[in-house]
């Protein structure tokens, strides 16, 4: 044994051959604080052994290094600038340590190679994978970029043009495309890898590979002309200006990075990388990007603890068919459980079927699924006219209509016919929980089960808590959902529960502004260009339906009276009474006709502006600042009002909510880290600012205390590391 740490070895296979295993405890590899420093004390122990000539890469999980730990990047990152520059510089020289060894390495890689893992390989000579193998540098999705040398190394092996593909993209690469692009030297067979690889550093032993030629590549400068390298870095930075955008800096950095060092050796090209990155590091997109990953991963932790606690789901079944329930359907069969869809229409039965058909096709055409796996989905879905065998289903998916009378007396009927340790859920966006639950016998097996339109898309499933509902009830539910693909979050029952709840000031803050006469034009423009939301306001109320946003804001109202009751007649009043329901009939707030690919297309109607001025004040020119503030701060009150009344239990499930389920911008993180990021006590003093326009912008005590105390909601997300 040559060195033996908590995570890595070193030891001799068989003359003058070594092999470094990574082997840290727990199910995968990553290179965190600990491991990096082991790995530098294995290279200090090869480095003085002279009868060391070859070594070997390995890992004794089923993935190679699967990344950094991401869970230590936020203290990591808010430590002060020189400081992270320098472990970066450190972190740096371990690498350099192991490309410098003097004799030739060979990484030998099954499954996942990503992040410091895919940088490890980089430093070595020789990269052997197997059919297994995802190999790729996926930082930028984190807001930040390679900082152990991957945007370095990577260019000088296959290529600039490649290489800023790869990295300002996050692709991962499978076997075969890493093997054409030059990222791996061969691909083996599972079985077949070790043997190979041995096979391969014993032909680097005898001379019969020229390793030196190949790490004197890696540490040159970019082999491009003046034309050549004007040409490949000019199409890139048109690229990602295109697809990542403005409110994204870091595949932009990278390219810059990239081009800034192409004629520096490796050194210089690791110092230019290392200032890009620091320089990532305390942006305040990286924040939010790294803690939606970590919240993400929160969520997880969740989800599996219930599925320990909670029993499995075999069957499920859905009431209502249509395009909702034909999602619900399509997302549970197309996870592995068998589903009922059940509906008193055969068209709505054939309208649910047509949606899962029309879902697995693009499967089928995208080449993620084949017309076997197609026909076994579509067969595990049983539409019905009838209750028969629905007394097999462990939980079942009420989404009928949104009618409290109908929905309630559906959930009675199926009740009946379930075994007592069913359970029973419904898809309702606003009818509160306890109120249903008044029509029922068993309110500990119910709970709310509220999908996002379009249900294949959306990630969130709120999982909605009553008063009676058991906590068993609750870990199957969120089990399932899980099972399902999707991220559920649990929220006690109220009003339109945590989504709506604070959707509906946000669009009571959309009408206020044109009552006060702006342009909901401009308004969109701004919250979609500037804030970064997917839609405006008045856009995400055409698609919603106005129809039902008009019937959803007075169940808020009922509920919310104080800050959702409206004492006037606004835009969406308009709407609704001239039969503007936005993108189902074709006319809202804007017209929409169909392209050439069958979606909607959204047109500016010169008849709306006449329609709305009974509502419109007199013109007012807002700056994007003054629309940005009276849109947000009523939904970022009420987002801290549901945390501090417990309707939903912490900051990480807030946000996640928000992004997931009403597309909050990712790069902003969510509204508490929002929140974090501008400062609590500048957010109370804009918001005070804006007291005067009603309940809905006054700041929640709990805010205000936080604030004067200096505090943030994530302080111990930034101290972890």
Same mark, same amino acid.
């Given at each position: 044994?040559?060195?033996?740490?908590?995570?890595?070895?070193?030891?001799?296979?068989?003359?003058?051959?070594?092999?470094?295993?990574?082997?840290?405890?727990?199910?995968?590899?990553?290179?965190?604080?600990?491991?990096?420093?082991?790995?530098?004390?294995?290279?200090?122990?090869?480095?003085?052994?002279?009868?060391?000539?070859?070594?070997?890469?390995?890992?004794?999980?089923?993935?190679?290094?699967?990344?950094?730990?991401?869970?230590? /990047?936020?203290?990591?990152?808010?430590?002060?600038?020189?400081?992270?520059?320098?472990?970066?510089?450190?972190?740096?020289?371990?690498?350099?340590?192991?490309?410098?060894?003097?004799?030739?390495?060979?990484?030998? $890689?099954?499954?996942?190679?990503?992040?410091?893992?895919?940088?490890?390989?980089?430093?070595?000579?020789?990269?052997?994978?197997?059919?297994?193998?995802?190999?790729?540098?996926?930082?930028?999705?984190?807001?930040?970029?390679?900082?152990?040398?991957?945007?370095?190394?990577?260019?000088?092996?296959?290529?600039?043009?490649?290489?800023?593909?790869?990295?300002?993209?996050?692709?991962?690469?499978?076997?075969?495309?890493?093997?054409?692009?030059?990222?791996?030297?061969?691909?083996?067979?599972?079985?077949?890898?070790?043997?190979?690889? $041995?096979?391969?550093?014993?032909?680097?032993?005898?001379?019969?590979?020229?390793?030196?030629?190949?790490?004197?590549?890696?540490?040159?400068?970019?082999?491009?002309?003046?034309?050549?390298?004007?040409?490949?870095?000019?199409?890139? !930075?048109?690229?990602?200006?295109?697809?990542?955008?403005?409110?994204?800096?870091?595949?932009?950095?990278?390219?810059?990075?990239?081009?800034?060092?192409?004629?520096?050796?490796?050194?210089?090209?690791?110092?230019?990388?290392?200032?890009?990155?620091?320089?990532?590091?305390?942006?305040?997109?990286?924040?939010?990007?790294?803690?939606? /990953?970590?919240?993400?991963?929160?969520?997880?932790?969740?989800?599996?603890?219930?599925?320990?606690?909670?029993?499995?789901?075999?069957?499920?079944?859905?009431?209502?068919?249509?395009?909702?329930?034909?999602?619900?359907?399509?997302?549970?069969?197309?996870?592995?459980?068998?589903?009922?869809?059940?509906?008193?229409?055969?068209?709505?039965?054939?309208?649910?079927?047509?949606?899962?058909?029309?879902?697995?096709?693009?499967?089928?055409?995208?080449?993620?699924?084949?017309?076997?796996?197609?026909?076994?989905?579509?067969?595990?879905?049983?539409?019905?006219?009838?209750?028969?065998? $629905?007394?097999?289903?462990?939980?079942?998916?009420?989404?009928?209509?949104?009618?409290?009378?109908?929905?309630?007396?559906?959930?009675?009927?199926?009740?009946?016919?379930?075994?007592?340790?069913?359970?029973?859920?419904?898809?309702?966006?606003?009818?509160?929980?306890?109120?249903?639950?008044?029509?029922?016998?068993?309110?500990?097996?119910?709970?709310?089960?509220? /999908?996002?339109?379009?249900?294949?898309?959306?990630?969130?499933?709120?999982?909605?808590?009553?008063?009676?509902?058991?906590?068993?009830?609750?870990?199957?539910?969120?089990?399932?959902?899980?099972?399902?693909?999707?991220?559920?979050?649990?929220?006690?029952?109220?009003?339109?529960?945590?989504?709506?709840?604070?959707?509906?000031?946000?669009?009571?803050?959309?009408?206020?502004?044109?009552?006060?006469?702006?342009?909901?034009?401009?308004?969109?423009?701004?919250?979609? !260009?500037?804030?970064?939301?997917?839609?405006?306001?008045?856009?995400?109320?055409?698609?919603?339906?106005?129809?039902?946003?008009?019937?959803?804001?007075?169940?808020?109202?009922?509920?919310?009276?104080?800050?959702?009751?409206?004492?006037?007649?606004?835009?969406?009043?308009?709407?609704?009474?001239?039969?503007?329901?936005?993108?189902?009939?074709?006319?809202? /707030?804007?017209?929409?006709?169909?392209?050439?690919?069958?979606?909607?297309?959204?047109?500016?109607?010169?008849?709306?502006?006449?329609?709305?001025?009974?509502?419109?004040?007199?013109?007012?020119?807002?700056?994007?600042?003054?629309?940005?503030?009276?849109?947000?701060?009523?939904?970022?009150?009420?987002?801290?009002?549901?945390?501090?009344?417990?309707?939903?239990?912490?900051?990480?499930?807030?946000?996640?909510?928000?992004?997931?389920?009403?597309?909050?911008?990712?790069?902003?993180?969510?509204?508490?880290?929002?929140?974090?990021?501008?400062?609590?006590?500048?957010?109370?003093?804009?918001?005070?600012?804006?007291?005067?326009?009603?309940?809905?912008?006054?700041?929640?005590?709990?805010?205000?205390?936080?604030?004067?105390?200096?505090?943030?909601?994530?302080?111990?997300?930034?101290?972890?590391?």
């Amino acid at each position: 044994m040559i060195y033996q740490g908590d995570t890595l070895s070193v030891r001799y296979l068989e003359d003058g051959l070594a092999e470094l295993n990574l082997d840290a405890p727990g199910s995968v590899n990553k290179f965190d604080l600990a491991t990096l420093e082991s790995l530098n004390e294995a290279l200090n122990a090869l480095s003085q052994k002279s009868d060391v000539k070859a070594l070997l890469l390995t890992s004794a999980k089923p993935a190679f290094v699967v990344g950094a730990d991401i869970t230590e /990047f936020l203290g990591l990152f808010a430590k002060p600038e020189e400081e992270l520059s320098n472990w970066v510089t450190h972190a740096n020289d371990i690498f350099n340590k192991l490309e410098d060894l003097p004799f030739p390495t060979v990484s030998v $890689i099954s499954g996942f190679a990503l992040g410091g893992g895919c940088e490890c390989i980089l430093a070595t000579d020789f990269r052997i994978a197997d059919s297994t193998a995802r190999i790729g540098l996926p930082e930028t999705k984190l807001g930040i970029m390679p900082g152990f040398g991957g945007t370095v190394r990577m260019p000088r092996l296959v290529g600039a043009d490649t290489a800023m593909e790869l990295i300002t993209a996050g692709k991962e690469s499978k076997a075969d495309a890493a093997l054409k692009i030059g990222l791996v030297d061969a691909v083996t067979a599972p079985d077949d890898l070790r043997d190979a690889a $041995i096979a391969l550093a014993k032909q680097a032993i005898e001379g019969k590979l020229d390793w030196q030629s190949r790490r004197a590549q890696k540490k040159a400068p970019l082999q491009l002309n003046k034309i050549e390298a004007t040409m490949s870095f000019t199409m890139a !930075k048109g690229m990602v200006a295109r697809v990542a955008g403005s409110h994204y800096p870091a595949p932009m950095t990278a390219v810059m990075a990239i081009e800034e060092a192409s004629r520096s050796d490796r050194d210089g090209a690791l110092l230019v990388e290392n200032k890009h990155f620091v320089k990532l590091a305390k942006n305040d997109v990286t924040q939010a990007l790294v803690g939606i /990953f970590l919240n993400d991963q929160y969520l997880k932790s969740k989800a599996k603890k219930a599925a320990k606690e909670g029993k499995p789901t075999e069957r499920g079944a859905v009431l209502g068919a249509g395009i909702m329930g034909g999602g619900i359907a399509y997302q549970s069969a197309s996870k592995g459980v068998p589903v009922l869809m059940k509906d008193i229409s055969q068209a709505s039965l054939e309208t649910g079927m047509k949606e899962a058909s029309k879902l697995l096709n693009k499967q089928l055409e995208r080449g993620r699924l084949n017309g076997l796996k197609m026909a076994e989905v579509l067969a595990s879905i049983t539409p019905s006219l009838h209750y028969a065998g $629905i007394e097999q289903s462990d939980v079942v998916v009420e989404a009928v209509v949104e009618n409290p009378k109908v929905k309630a007396a559906v959930l009675s009927e199926v009740e009946a016919l379930l075994p007592e340790g069913a359970v029973l859920t419904s898809n309702t966006s606003t009818i509160p929980i306890d109120l249903l639950a008044k029509s029922l016998k068993r309110p500990e097996n119910f709970c709310g089960m509220h /999908f996002f339109n379009p249900v294949h898309r959306m990630p969130l499933v709120e999982v909605i808590r009553g008063k009676d509902t058991s906590e068993e009830t609750v870990a199957r539910v969120v089990a399932y959902a899980a099972k399902m693909g999707k991220s559920p979050v649990v929220v006690n029952d109220c009003p339109g529960f945590f989504v709506n709840r604070v959707l509906f000031p946000y669009f009571a803050g959309f009408s206020m502004l044109l009552r006060d006469g702006a342009d909901f034009t401009k308004v969109d423009k701004v919250m979609e !260009k500037k804030f970064g939301w997917p839609m405006g306001p008045a856009y995400l109320l055409d698609v919603v339906g106005i129809d039902t946003a008009h019937h959803a804001q007075a169940v808020m109202a009922e509920g919310f009276p104080e800050r959702m009751a409206k004492s006037y007649r606004d835009a969406v009043d308009v709407m609704f009474e001239s039969e503007r329901f936005g993108q189902k009939n074709g006319v809202g /707030f804007y017209k929409y006709s169909v392209d050439r690919k069958g979606k909607p297309k959204k047109d500016v109607d010169a008849d709306v502006t006449g329609l709305l001025s009974s509502v419109l004040g007199s013109a007012a020119d807002y700056s994007d600042e003054e629309i940005i503030n009276r849109m947000m701060v009523p939904m970022i009150n009420e987002v801290v009002r549901c945390l501090e009344e417990g309707i939903i239990a912490t900051p990480q499930e807030a946000d996640m909510a928000l992004v997931y389920g009403l597309g909050f911008p990712p790069f902003r993180g969510g509204v508490f880290r929002y929140l974090d990021t501008i400062g609590l006590a500048n957010y109370v003093a804009m918001a005070d600012q804006l007291a005067n326009l009603g309940p809905a912008y006054e700041v929640p005590q709990g805010l205000r205390d936080k604030a004067a105390k200096g505090e943030g909601y994530f302080d111990a997300q930034r101290q972890s590391a």
